[in-house]
């Protein structure tokens, strides 16, 4: 795509218009909805103070709503659990299951439920802060610790941009990168953008994983 928009599994494009920063997570937490009696319990891929994206790996049985009178919330971080009333605010049908948007009734919460989801939040912002998003002409230069906690910082860069000429990724500022950094760059590329200017063991590794653009490794 080279410089169009692209989306993550769990990110929603609709970052402007939301109150909360929203993180995606390096590993997926357990979590549930439930609307009309029925409860359906999958992996919450991305967290914000005011909800979470749940993805179900089969198509639930009956027929799911936004904004649904009864709509319950559930995740499990740490050993403990967050829950409470909320609504459905999006829901997204694909080959391998559903994604749903889920967002809290944050005056409803409960001061329990309400002390995990700040500190998950704040674990996940701190994620954040280890990493930098900026904008080099057509480059969008990842610095720091690069993880999918600045997968929504990319997005965000890459509306800006457009697509009136090819964008590339570059890691000339690339400190360290874990494992969610990878599967994000693994998106990136699969929808058409290089992945250029790695430094030393940086470089190596991705390029055993085939992500590294070719001549583009810097020494």
């Not at 693994?186 to 250029?196: E, F, K, Q, S």
Request: charge should be neutral; proline fraction near 3%.
């Amino acid at each position: 795509m080279g410089g169009g928009t692209a989306s993550f599994p769990g990110v929603l494009v609709e970052e402007d218009q939301r109150r909360h920063p929203r993180y995606q997570l390096a590993s997926p937490l357990t979590g549930a909805v439930e609307q009309s009696g029925h409860r359906h319990t999958g992996s919450v891929l991305n967290v914000s103070e005011g909800g979470y994206y749940l993805h179900l790996p089969r198509i639930p049985e009956g027929m799911l709503k936004i904004q649904g009178v009864d709509d319950y919330g559930e995740i499990h971080y740490a050993g403990r659990q967050a829950a409470g009333f909320g609504h459905l605010v999006r829901i997204e049908r694909f080959a391998n299951g559903v994604g749903i948007g889920f967002a809290w009734d944050l005056e409803g919460l409960d001061t329990r439920s309400r002390k995990v989801i700040d500190e998950l939040v704040a674990a996940q912002a701190l994620r954040r802060a280890q990493g930098e998003v900026e904008c080099r002409g057509r480059d969008i230069v990842l610095g720091g610790t690069v993880s999918s906690a600045l997968a929504e910082d990319v997005l965000s860069m890459l509306r800006r941009l457009g697509n009136a000429s090819p964008v590339r990724i570059s890691l000339d500022r690339c400190q360290s990168i874990d494992s969610s950094g990878v599967e994000m760059l693994m998106a990136l590329r699969d929808r058409g953008l290089p992945i250029v200017e790695a430094h030393g063991r940086i470089a190596a590794h991705l390029e055993r994983l085939r992500l590294l653009s070719a001549a583009t490794k810097k020494e």
